[in-house]
């Protein structure tokens, strides 16, 4: 098992700033042990389909881009590994459980149901093949991503972070907004706990701005990543930030759609608006320098 199953690391092109985003969910290299009983079309819509692509400028302004590269519904790093459906095991599982609302819809760690609310599989999983997955995909992802906000944090004194995703444009049956158009981003602070509320402003007014509508948690506050990394109080902010699938892709065929270029250009001038922020948080020079070599 090398890191290429499991992420791409995307380091900053020119000097490090203390910006670091992961995209957890637009993984498509499916494992063979998937075993999964749906089409993979049916399958492919819990993927956050082509968001590292939309990023992939933030290197280019000091930031470092962390990149799943296995499915979501293999197992997903934007939930608690407590976060355990029995109903999908033959056998007991041998640590403590505690499962979410969104386990008992079949879309905990390791998804039971897939789109349209089919059995994603035929069989019951053993505790030995999801434990595997937790130990090959899901603690490398999540070790990773500590060690660069932690390396950004000691260097810089504080560290900032944004958890990248797509939504439907339409929530479905399970989701908390059935049947209601959503706005072109979603941002997620849950309630203002998790970054410095400055930041999320900062970010919702520059989307304004180029002429998106931008909703503050709602339908999505933010789960298991940005609860786990952001600390305002400590100088680690951490915002979840949904786009809303329609404005770059195909939801049916899974293809970049026109709008995708658009989209990408105007991430990367948010990007750009972010760097200059943490700059001056951290008292780093606006101008480029070449600082690659200091690493970190
Ligand atoms: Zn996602």
Not at 88 to 95: E, I, S
Not at 164 to 177: E, F, I, Q, Y
Not at 183 to 201: I, K, M, N
């Amino acid at each position: 098992m090398t890191s290429l199953d499991v992420f791409i690391r995307h380091d900053p092109a020119g000097d490090t700033i203390p910006l670091v985003l992961d995209s957890p969910h637009s993984g498509t290299t499916y494992p063979q042990a998937f075993d999964h009983a749906p089409a993979r079309a049916i399958v492919r819509q819990a993927e956050d389909t082509h968001v590292a692509t939309l990023w992939r400028a933030a290197p280019s302004f000091g930031a470092t881009l962390l990149e799943a590269r296995f499915p979501r519904a293999f197992i997903d790093p934007n939930r608690g590994l407590d976060d355990v459906d029995p109903d999908l095991l033959a056998d007991p599982w041998p640590h403590p459980i505690a499962p979410s609302r969104k386990t008992m819809q079949g879309i905990g760690l390791v998804w039971r149901m897939a789109g349209d609310g089919v059995p994603m599989y035929a069989r019951k999983l053993t505790s030995t093949e999801v434990m595997a997955r937790i130990d090959h995909y899901w603690r490398p992802y999540h070790a990773e991503l500590d060690a660069l906000l932690d390396t950004r944090f000691i260097r810089f004194g504080s560290v900032w972070h944004i958890n990248c995703h797509s939504m439907p444009a339409v929530g479905d049956a399970r989701a908390d907004d059935p049947g209601r158009e959503r706005a072109d981003f979603v941002l997620g602070d849950r309630d203002g706990s998790t970054c410095e509320p400055g930041f999320t402003h900062l970010v919702a007014e520059t989307l304004r701005h180029m002429g998106y509508a931008v909703a503050i948690n709602d339908p999505y506050k933010g789960v298991e990543i940005v609860r786990k990394h952001g600390r305002p109080a400590e100088g680690r902010h951490s915002l979840q930030l949904e786009i809303k699938r329609t404005l770059y892709m195909d939801e049916q065929t899974f293809e970049p759609s026109a709008g995708f270029l658009r989209l990408e250009a105007d991430l990367a001038r948010l990007t750009a608006t972010i760097a200059t922020h943490i700059r001056e948080r951290v008292g780093i020079a606006p101008s480029r320098d070449t600082d690659a070599a200091s690493g970190a």
